[in-house]
């Protein structure tokens, strides 16, 4: 990125378990006082990158620098960051204030500064008053606050999180996510976060790196990686998406002309080479629905609506076309209860060619 | 049943609310209440009697005379009781405190580490649970012989280290089956070395399971008879033996007493290890 100064430096890092590949080749920089989320589904090796730059793994191949500093012969208590656990990892025979003073008791930080630390880290992550409380005692938000503030209060350079917020309900959720932005934003620490929700990557992040089987396989702010995926995988991953397959048939002052099974030739706004087969995709809030054909310039294509399913704030229509389903997004913009649109209606779907996405990978 | 003169109508309104017992309500079954009473009254019986016994004013054991604390004071005055009491104890101290220190570092091994030939190690670790203890005493007698180590309470000692610490190993072990082993790896991150570690975090979360090894090895060992009885010379008489030599003797309220004082003593330590093992189990583990 523009930022000359990376805190972490991944380079060319594999991890196996004996055959198993969980991190292969990846290769990342992430920028002081960033917050960048490693996004993937479940399994793609997210977690074992992350305990890779906290020292609980090793690289089998390649190298981890940290601030500048090569990681692999330091310990998980001699580097400058800290991690938030999946399971929290409260020490549950300890006080609030003693679990939050910890890493400054082993360390030998003098009982004054300890409390005074303390303090200011449980103010921080609001939970001034809960210092005598046993974990027991709190709920599930709370203990992941005390995790919050443990890590905090030992000022790393890079606070790595675990899936910090799947254990909460989704009011929580939602409410803790601005919270860790805003917490991010105050103490300046570049924050790394794992996480295999989209949504909760798309709203926290500078950055994010969506992670596939072990491989990273784009790294982007969230609007770049919504609008401009670079992969099947990652236009599919991330959000909706109509997704078709396509063919090159020639390309004219910057735009490649496409044929798809079922529907009309069309000529897509696109700079580098295509040719052969490639991937076509268009979200479905790009694509509007209207009984008549569109005008000119835009893409038509004329379906039957086979499902409408109503999220209140917005519908899905699903039309029936000769090139498959596609899906439309209509927001629920008039308070009615009447549906705009019923099963088995004839309408045009149709988008601005600068809306499509040519997919080659 | 007596439901039978009860007119037909209100018999299905009854029988409705009255379902069948399931089969985990093996208290509402008439017959099964019987056998479990039966059961208790098996194993309580000779032992109620027993307490009963040492508090009857006779010498023989068959009728109740009258209420009485003289054998009390008999089997308190009676110093071949009193030194085996104090063998015991001594016995029990030592072994308690090696067998747990030795039986916890074992049990920590056992859960943490992966080895090579680890499946028959853990095996060879619980045989002693399994042998038969005329066997295991025999075997001690033998080795003791072997190696000239004259008999006495420092064989007996030996002997009973040697079988209490494959059941410290195993209750370590399964306290140990329940650790989160991201408290040990948040504690490292937070800038602990390993000696920390152990003891600020995985040490405060095994004492349960450490005082729970600890009084079923000073239990097992207190009231240990065959094993004693193979590795014990004289001047080490233990408690169960001296009360054995009294009872081939004739059994007298005295004996009773001294059995009751047994019983007592072992009760208390058992009843405090399922207590200290509850407090702690339900501090720890309501946690994540
Ligand atoms: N300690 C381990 N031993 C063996 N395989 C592991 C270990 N840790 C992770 N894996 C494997 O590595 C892959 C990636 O795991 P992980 O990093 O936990 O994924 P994620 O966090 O993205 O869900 C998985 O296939 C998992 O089974
Ligand atoms: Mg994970």
Redo the contacts between chains.
């Keep these: 990125m523009d930022n000359p100064k990376p805190i972490i430096s991944i380079r060319n890092v594999t991890k196996r378990f004996g055959s198993v590949v969980a991190v292969d080749d990846a290769c990342l920089d992430i920028a002081e006082g960033e917050f960048f989320a490693l996004l993937g589904p479940s399994g793609c090796g997210k977690t074992t990158l992350l305990r890779m730059l906290a020292g609980f793994e090793h690289p089998s191949e390649g190298d981890i620098l940290i601030g500048g500093q090569d990681m692999s012969d330091v310990d998980p208590n001699k580097r400058p960051v800290n991690m938030v656990f999946q399971s929290y990892a409260v020490f549950p025979h300890m006080s609030v204030a003693r679990n939050v003073g910890y890493g400054l008791r082993v360390t030998g930080v003098p009982a004054a500064e300890i409390k005074e630390r303390v303090g200011e880290a449980l103010a921080l992550v609001k939970l001034a008053g809960y210092e005598e409380r046993m974990p027991t005692q709190l709920s599930g938000g709370q203990r992941q606050r005390v995790a919050l503030a443990r890590a905090l209060v030992k000022r790393p350079k890079v606070l790595l999180l675990d899936e910090p917020l799947s254990a909460l309900d989704a009011k929580l959720r939602e409410a803790m996510q601005l919270e860790l932005v805003r917490l991010q934003q105050s103490v300046g620490i570049t924050f790394v976060i794992v996480t295999h929700d989209q949504d909760e990557a798309l709203s926290m992040a500078d950055r994010i790196a969506v992670m596939d089987s072990g491989q990273v396989r784009q790294v982007a702010p969230p609007a770049e990686l919504y609008e401009f995926p670079n992969s099947r995988f990652v236009a599919d991953f991330i959000g909706k998406m109509n997704l078709f397959a396509g063919r090159v048939a020639g390309a004219a002052d910057g735009r490649v002309l496409i044929e798809i099974q079922g529907m009309d030739r069309i000529a897509v706004p696109y700079g580098d080479q295509a040719r052969g087969e490639i991937g076509v995709a268009v979200r479905p809030e790009k694509i509007r629905l209207a009984p008549t054909p569109p005008t000119d310039g835009e893409i038509g294509l004329r379906g039957r609506v086979r499902e409408v399913a109503y999220y209140g704030d917005e519908s899905h229509v699903f039309l029936e076309t000769a090139a498959g389903v596609i899906t439309a997004n209509r927001p629920n913009a008039a308070r009615t209860t009447t549906p705009a649109v019923a099963l088995g209606d004839e309408l045009w779907a149709s988008w601005e060619p600068a809306d499509t996405l040519v997919l080659t990978e | 049943m007596s439901e039978v003169a009860i007119p037909s109508e209100s018999v299905v309104v009854r029988r409705r609310r009255r379902r069948r017992a399931t089969p985990l309500e093996y208290g509402r079954k008439r017959w099964l209440q019987i056998v479990l009473a039966l059961n208790f009254l098996f194993l309580y019986f000779p032992i109620a009697a027993l307490i009963a016994f040492s508090f009857n004013d006779s010498r023989r054991n068959v009728t109740w005379q009258g209420f009485t604390f003289k054998y009390y004071e008999k089997a308190y005055n009676n110093a071949g009781l009193h030194e085996a009491f104090l063998n015991s104890m001594i016995v029990a101290g030592t072994s308690t405190v090696v067998s747990t220190l030795l039986g916890t570092m074992l049990g920590l091994a056992l859960y943490r580490y992966r080895f090579p030939g680890r499946g028959p190690f853990e095996g060879w670790v619980h045989l002693p649970i399994v042998i038969p203890e005329v066997c295991l005493g025999v075997a001690m007698l033998a080795f003791f012989a072997w190696a000239d180590i004259p008999l006495g309470l420092f064989t007996v000692t030996v002997s009973h280290i040697a079988f209490t610490i494959p059941f410290v190993a195993v209750v370590v072990r399964s306290r140990m089956a329940g650790f ?1 082993e ?2 040990e ?9 390993g000696w ?1 570690t152990f003891w ?2 995985t040490f ?2 095994m004492i349960p399971g450490v005082v729970a090894g600890a009084l079923l090895a000073f239990t097992l060992s207190l009231d240990d008879f065959v094993i004693t009885f193979f590795t014990s010379g004289p001047g080490s008489t233990t408690f169960p033996i001296k009360i054995y030599s009294m009872v081939r003797f004739s059994v007298t309220p005295e004996v009773n007493a001294a059995s009751t004082v047994l019983i007592v003593l072992t009760l208390t330590l058992t009843v405090t290890a399922m207590l200290i093992q509850a407090r702690t189990g339900r ?2 583990d ?3």
């Design positions: 989160d991201s408290l790896e948040a504690s490292r991150d937070l800038g602990a070395n920390q600020s975090v405060p979360y501090k720890i309501t946690h994540g």
